[in-house]
């Protein structure tokens, strides 16, 4: 009978033979990248794993594993990398433009300059979704509701309560305050427990497909004077849309802000670790831009130069140097 080989036996057999043959001193050991991601209905979780799949694509090569946290989102994972728990994150631009700088959910913990930018990917849209029996048509109703702002942890969480600033909203301006995570708020929404739901998060996702199919639910429009102020006053933030036709009951666009889906480390992140990640997603760049619908009008080009207030990690810079993409 054949003896079963655990994982890691294979790795160090693997080690051996390469040895033995003089092969790849890389592939000798197997390094392991975890990345932060979000909720499992949300589009950072799917992101975190087409990375990874194209990575583990490789490991033979490079001794390179990767795999994927499901976690509370942009601002948990950026804390996570900063307590040294997680290798890469992902986050929204807003939320890496605030820890490098120390603003907002970084406050108290002030600026993170040790935080690295990787790349950029799709656009986020700030997504209000509603009950249709609870009346709101816009942002503004929002008042008086049963509102779920977002665990603390999120991005959601983080954008909401900057424009609620801006607005100039407590969490008294709610009837009802609930902080469920995610891939809880669709089904709260439909059992009737909260009238209103945010997400800040690319389309179409599992969270928004739940609320929309599983009751009438509609997505109200984030676009009036407070959010237009805080476009045009923060680079990292876009006027965007969510777009018609992607989920039930919901066929036009409706106007937000956008805000792009990042990939960060920290500057102590392994150098050949990053650029051996960054390079399997662009060296199968159409591969990767089938894995996720969110992906389909991604530009290498933009996603060098989008969204990035920290400075790029030196293993994504490398690789970026040797394809052209960065001078
Ligand atoms: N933007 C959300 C956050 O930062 C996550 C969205 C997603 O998981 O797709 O928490």
Redesign the pocket.
């Known amino acids: 009978m054949r003896k079963l080989m655990t994982p890691l036996c294979a790795a160090f057999s693997l080690a051996s033979a390469l040895a033995l043959s003089g092969g790849a001193q890389a592939a000798a050991q197997t390094t392991h990248v975890s990345i932060g ?3 499992v209905t ?4 799917p ?1 975190g794993s087409a990375m990874c799949k194209l990575v583990n694509r490789g490991t033979k090569q490079h001794g390179i594993r990767c795999s994927v946290e499901a976690t ?6 950026i804390n996570t990398i900063r307590a040294g728990e997680l290798d890469l994150g ?3 631009s807003d ?1 890496q433009f605030n820890a490098w700088n120390g603003e907002g959910a970084f406050k108290a913990k002030g600026e993170y300059k040790d935080l690295r930018s990787v790349f950029s990917v799709y656009t ?1 849209a700030f997504t209000v979704v509603a009950r249709k029996d609870a009346d709101i048509k816009t942002f503004e109703d929002l008042k008086g509701k049963r509102v779920n702002v ?1 665990n603390p ?6 954008t909401m309560e900057a424009l609620m600033a801006q607005k100039g909203w407590t969490m008294d301006a709610f009837k009802l305050v609930s902080e469920l995570k ?1 891939a809880e708020q669709a089904q709260a929404l439909c059992d009737n427990k909260i009238d209103a739901m945010v ?4 389309h179409p ?1 599992g969270a928004i497909q739940e609320a929309t199919t599983s009751c009438d639910a509609n997505i109200v429009a984030a676009d009036d004077k407070a959010t237009r102020d805080m476009v045009a006053e923060k680079s990292y933030l876009v006027s965007y849309k969510v777009p018609g036709g992607l989920y039930k009951g919901n066929d036009a666009d409706i106007p937000t802000l956008g805000a792009k ?1 990042t990939f960060v480390t920290s500057v102590g992140a392994d150098e050949e670790s990053i650029y051996q990640l960054t390079k399997s997603v662009f060296e199968n760049f159409d591969r990767f831009k089938r894995l996720h619908p969110a992906f389909a009008s991604l530009d290498p080009k933009d996603m060098v130069s989008d969204g990035n207030t920290a400075p790029l990690h030196p293993g994504a810079a490398r690789y970026f140097r040797e394809a052209g993409l960065l001078n």
């Open positions: 991601t979000g909720g949300g589009v950072y979780y992101t509370g989102g942009s601002v948990y994972n992902v986050a929204q939320q986020e977002g942890g999120s991005g959601q969480r983080a995610a997400y800040f998060a690319g996702n889906a």
